[in-house]
């Protein structure tokens, strides 16, 4: 038997053995349905932009054009994305009872259209807008209607404020209310399975490292390495949707009492 269909009988172990199952996603995720992540070598989309220019909230209070025009880049591969092969078994998980929430920090609501539950969007989300004067929340399209017609200064209907897509740009804080709903899950899980991030970026970064204080185990499927590797109870640098459904058929078959 070769080295990694050892490693993904050990993995379904992990799922079998565990009792509260938490999936914390990352850009990575989304790369097999045609959405570039940030940070891989020749495709990250931070290879093309700099990110204090192009995703910080200061630059695009100065400058909204500029910023929409990668915005809209990003937003129109978001919109036409299919869940791939990853978030579907994840789903598959859930459904066999072996997967409590998925933390994510993706805005493409793409485990939503794979029917995952309790999904938690730390960042936000690419299909809503929201004005920065009064905080009201429209859907996307009505922003990018107006973008599309010439407005590169979007605004509320309401107040005329400043729209923003209502995902997290850098140098605006997380809700208060999301970060509880991670923290719960962080505590309660005994298994975190992270897929696709580089763990770079706080408050995620932190979440492994958490996990693994509070007793829990920890197993990552990433192309790239990342700090906290040595310490996982499982590192799989391969693509999620080669190796994660191949992982879950496994945990399912056992279940399910087959082979
Ligand atoms: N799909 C989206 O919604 C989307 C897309 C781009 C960026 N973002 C935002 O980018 C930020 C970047 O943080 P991040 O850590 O999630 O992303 P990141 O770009 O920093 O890291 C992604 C990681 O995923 C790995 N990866 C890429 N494709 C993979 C695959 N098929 N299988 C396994 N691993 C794969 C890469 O090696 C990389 O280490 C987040 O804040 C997120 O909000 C989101
Ligand atoms: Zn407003």
């Known amino acids: 038997m070769n080295e990694m269909n050892t490693k993904i009988k050990k993995f379904a172990q992990l799922i079998l053995d565990a009792k509260n199952i938490v999936a914390l996603t990352g850009a990575g995720m989304g790369t097999e349905s045609g959405i570039a992540d940030f940070r891989s070598p020749g495709t990250g989309l931070w290879e093309k932009v700099n990110p204090d220019e192009f995703a910080s909230i200061h630059s695009y209070v100065s400058n909204p054009k500029k910023n929409l025009d990668f915005m809209l880049e990003l937003g129109m591969a978001i919109f036409k994305a299919k869940p791939n092969k990853g978030h579907k078994a994840l789903t598959k998980l859930q459904k066999l009872d072996k997967l409590n929430g998925i933390l994510t920090q993706n805005i493409d609501g793409l485990h939503q259209k794979a029917h995952s539950k309790n999904v938690v969007e730390l960042h936000g989300t690419a299909y809503e807008a929201i004005c920065m004067g009064c905080g009201n929340i429209y859907p996307i399209t009505s922003m990018i209607d107006q973008v599309r017609s010439g407005r590169f200064g979007p605004s509320c ?33 005994d298994l975190l399975i992270v897929l696709g991030s580089s763990l770079l970026i706080y408050p995620v970064a932190f979440y492994p490292r958490k996990a693994l204080s509070l007793g829990a185990k920890l197993a990552i499927i990433n192309i790239q390495e990342t700090d906290i590797d040595a310490s996982a109870d499982m590192v799989i640098h391969d693509k999620i949707g080669d190796v994660f459904p191949r992982v879950v058929s496994i945990v399912k078959n056992e279940i399910e009492g087959g082979h």
Do not use: T, W, Y
């Open 157 to 189: 209907e309401a107040c005329n404020g400043l729209l923003k897509p209502n995902a997290v740009f850098f140098g605006e804080p997380l809700r208060s209310e999301i970060l509880s709903q991670a923290d719960r899950l962080i505590e309660e899980c």
